[in-house]
Nanobody, 125 residues
Framework: QAQLVESGGGLVQAGGSLRLSCATS????????MGWFRQAPGSERTFVAW????????FYGDFVEGRFIVSRDNTKNTVSLQMNMMRPEDTAVYYC??????????????????WGQGTQVTVSS
């Protein structure tokens, strides 16, 4: 059974850093493109970052502005999101998601097949 499990969320002060991890299992996610999304209360799920199955290409949401870095280690079946210079508006539940590598779309939740349960990130001012 395919499974994505996020970890690393928590409370951080504005300007601080957090590193989220997504552990994958149940199938060969090294052939999947991976995305990170976030959802604040009362808001839609928003694209944060995307990394190609090989790790050779990445995309970020406009609001990231160079603060976040997405990476993956296919030998360890993990995808990470390093978040720096965090802002209160980064507060949300963060989700990782997987899409088959032939699916090059990345911005919309409907383009992903598998989802994790999410991890809460709270940034205090």
């Amino acid at each position: 059974q395919a499974q994505l499990v996020e970890s690393g969320g928590g409370l951080v002060q504005a300007g601080g850093s957090l590193r989220l991890s997504c552990a994958t299992s149940g199938r060969d996610f090294s052939s999947y493109n991976m995305g990170w999304f976030r959802q604040a209360p009362g808001s839609e799920r928003t694209f944060v970052a995307w990394i190609e199955w090989s790790g050779s290409q990445t995309f970020y949401g406009d609001f990231v502005e160079g603060r976040f870095i997405v990476s993956r280690d296919n030998t360890k079946n993990t995808v990470s999101l390093q978040m720096n210079m965090m802002r209160p508006e980064d507060t949300a539940v963060y989700y990782c998601a997987a899409a088959p590598k032939y699916n090059r779309g990345y911005r919309w939740p409907s383009q992903y097949t598998y989802w994790g349960q999410g991890t809460q990130v709270t940034v205090s001012s």
